[in-house]
């Protein structure tokens, strides 16, 4: 739990793991350069790190349509890296 006055940012190592391939802005290299940066300028001394957790069904059905979660699911079952 972060308190007034404190950052937080939400990060996990397995945030590496997401390389949705070569044509697109995010991969691996870029995160962890990101946050090498934020490390080396002292922005974690102030900030404290939240370990991310599952988002409940009812959250997502809030912000996203039944047709893309669903399109979404398949994907996911089938490996694919992108929607």
């Known amino acids: ?3 007034m006055g404190e950052t ?3 990060w996990s190592s397995r945030y ?3 390389a949705p391939g070569p044509h697109y802005p995010e991969r691996p ?3 962890s350069g990101i946050y090498r940066r934020l490390e080396r300028a002292g922005v974690f001394r102030n ?3 939240i370990e991310p957790t ?3 069904l009812s959250l997502i059905e809030r912000v996203h349509s039944p047709e893309y979660i669903e399109r979404f699911r398949q994907r996911c079952e ?3 890296p992108y929607i």
Do not use: N, P
Request: overall charge neutral; proline content about 0%.
């Open 54 to 56: 599952a988002a409940d």
């Open 1 to 3: 739990m972060v308190s």
């Open 8 to 10: 937080g940012l939400v």
């Open 47 to 49: 900030t404290k790190i």
């Open 16 to 18: 590496l793991e997401h």
């Open 78 to 80: 089938r490996g694919l």
């Open 29 to 31: 290299e870029r995160l």
